[in-house]
């Protein structure tokens, strides 16, 4: 990138709420069904039915916004946003412009081991518009195809400062809000399912000047990897755009993912022309400041603090804090593993290690594991005290994981208890000496590296049940005397 | 005095409701809307320096629903009010987006 711009960045984040019912009407809030198979007259915009607000996405809204440091003033309403759009059966979406449920917040997190703190204008609820299918539909060369079963699922809006100075920086502030709005258990953040989704507002200026130049925005992302790829994309075309002379213009851009690039997209003289007005149709709140404090005092510790709390009381690195943190179910599981077996660094290699790496082959979540924390504790005493090695323990691992049995059975059942008999080892080192002179003379003659294959060796041969400790004393005893 | 609204005005309002009229019925919309603009101009006679803003004509506040779904509406039914259907979807134009 041309270090003679500063590069601008501030986002827009839509995510679902995870309530049962959609913002409005009573349909069921699910991804996945039959197309229009859950709408209603009220979600499909018929003329003369009225919306009522449902309460869990207030509750909801509220509870994101105290967990992004947000004001909640008192007295909130929705507003009308007119615009034409097949995927808006209304003709206008219910949102919220002045008055909305909360206001200046910011996020924090880390990136690189430095804190940055990015401010949060507001964060709004409004309901979210139907889905244009033009795939998988015959004849969809001609025609667009609706499903309304996504039209007035809750919404709510994140709107970021322009607080942002790199791609990578936005990707960690996305990254941190994803975190936040998934401990705080607002929405399930599905990407793929789109109901995490981002506006990028770009704009570059000369190094040095305070004044912000043209932006355009990039819309309705809903990856890390094509976020990242857009705002280079925008960053680099924009700084072209200045080098030569020219002048940025203020549009609205879609970033087409299979060529890499950014188009403009509607006819910008209309896009912001949505003569909003107060929505006659919904009365407005008042929101009760004890309920407010009660939501306050519900939250649950967040990702940047719970990371911290990792890192003093069990001695963990900054980046063991920042995988088991990653989830709140993942920090749980760990927390519980350390109280039941007092080994913290353990736990903490064991989760992020095999097990995480389990986890990930099956596509399971944590909180859904067969594995139990007792279980996990129960297998690093069986470590500790000898009783198997660590590396039968990764198979105990494997086996707990994929049948909910727990260590010592496991151990018992299979026979995998570790070989700490010293006549048993020195049996199965002299046939293994027999049978591999060559090594052995090796490490007589003082070439130490080949002892490490005798020992593996005796490893094979127990099929790695040997006190691997013991195998290594008793080898070198019995070839350098 | 100046019109309180212009022809150009209503034209872009019209074309924002995407509503086309002929130069005639332009005329006479700007004519009728300025005379309810005139009307409704009164109220700027009034001081209303103390009168906080209204945003709703009812005293009635927070008025919700619990988060209980039903049964949604057949799709066949649902359908029925499409102008044009197929395999499920509601049919339109081709947009690009």
């Known amino acids: ?481 | 005095m100046m019109p309180r609204i212009t022809m150009d005005e209503v034209l872009r309002v019209a074309h924002l409701a995407r509503l086309e009229f002929d130069d005639t019925e332009i005329e006479v919309f700007t004519y009728h809307l300025g005379e309810i603009l005139d009307y409704i101009g009164k109220l700027n006679e009034l001081d209303t320096t103390d009168v906080p803003p209204t945003s709703h004509v009812l005293p009635v506040c927070n008025v919700i629903k619990t988060d209980k779904a039903w049964d949604s509406y057949a799709r066949e039914v649902v359908l029925e009010n499409a102008p044009s259907a197929e395999e499920g979807h509601f049919k339109v134009p081709k947009v690009i987006d």
């Open chain 1, 1 to 481: 990138m041309n270090s003679k711009y500063e590069t601008v960045i501030g986002l827009e984040i839509h995510a679902e709420l995870a309530t049962e019912s959609k913002l409005f009407c009573r349909c069921k809030v699910g991804f996945g069904a039959e197309a229009n198979t859950q709408t209603c007259p009220i979600c499909l915009g018929m003329p003369g039915v009225l919306p009522v607000l449902n309460e869990r996405a207030l509750e909801y809204t509220i509870r994101a916004a105290l967990a992004l440091n947000c004001e909640i003033p008192p007295y909130s309403k929705f507003d009308r946003k007119n615009y034409f759009y097949p995927d808006l059966p209304k003709g206008y979406q219910i949102s919220q412009l002045h008055l909305p449920f909360s206001q200046n917040g910011y996020v924090e997190f880390d990136l690189e081991r430095e804190r940055k703190k990015v401010g949060i204008t507001r964060v709004h609820l409004e309901e979210d518009a139907g889905k244009l299918v033009h795939t998988g539909v015959s004849n969809s060369s001609n025609m667009s195809y609706v499903d309304f079963n996504r039209s007035c699922i809750p919404l709510i809006e994140i709107v970021g400062e322009p607080d942002l100075r790199s791609p990578a920086e936005a990707i960690a502030y996305m990254r941190a809000v994803k975190e936040i709005l998934e401990y705080v258990g607002v929405s399930h953040c599905n990407m793929e399912q789109g109901q995490l989704r981002a506006d990028l507002n770009v704009s570059l200026r000369p190094r040095g000047s305070s004044e912000y130049g043209t932006r355009t925005e990039v819309k309705n992302m809903n990856s890390f990897r094509s976020i990242l790829a857009a705002l280079e994309y925008e960053v680099e075309r924009q700084a072209q755009v200045l080098d030569s002379g020219g002048s940025v213009e203020q549009e609205t851009l879609l970033f087409d993912e299979e060529r890499g690039i950014t188009m403009s997209m509607r006819n910008k003289e209309e896009a912001h022309d949505y003569r909003y007005f107060p929505e006659p149709d919904l009365v407005p709140f008042e929101i009760d400041a004890t309920w407010v404090e009660q939501l306050r005092s519900d939250l649950p510790e967040l990702p940047l603090q719970r990371r911290e709390r990792l890192q003093r009381e069990y001695g963990l690195s900054a980046d063991d804090a920042l995988a088991l943190a990653a989830t709140r179910q993942m920090a749980d599981y760990y927390e519980a593993c350390v109280s039941l077996s007092g080994q913290a660094k353990e736990c903490a290699n064991w989760v992020r290690g095999d097990l995480s790496a389990l986890l990930n082959e099956t596509g399971q979540t944590i909180e859904l594991c067969r594995a139990t924390p007792q279980h996990l504790a129960d297998m690093l005493s069986l470590i500790q005290s000898g009783a198997i090695s660590g590396k039968i323990a990764k198979t105990v691992l494997e086996k707990m994981f994929h049948t909910g049995r727990d260590a010592k059975s496991i151990v018992e059942a299979e026979g995998l208890t570790q070989i700490s008999d010293e006549d048993q080892i020195a049996a199965i080192i002299d046939d293994v000496i027999d049978s591999h002179p060559g090594p052995a003379d090796d490490v007589r003659n003082g070439r130490l590296k080949a002892i490490g294959f005798l020992v593996g060796q005796v490893m094979k041969a127990t099929q790695g049940k040997a006190n691997p400790r013991l195998v290594n004393e008793l080898l070198r005893a019995k070839l350098l005397g």
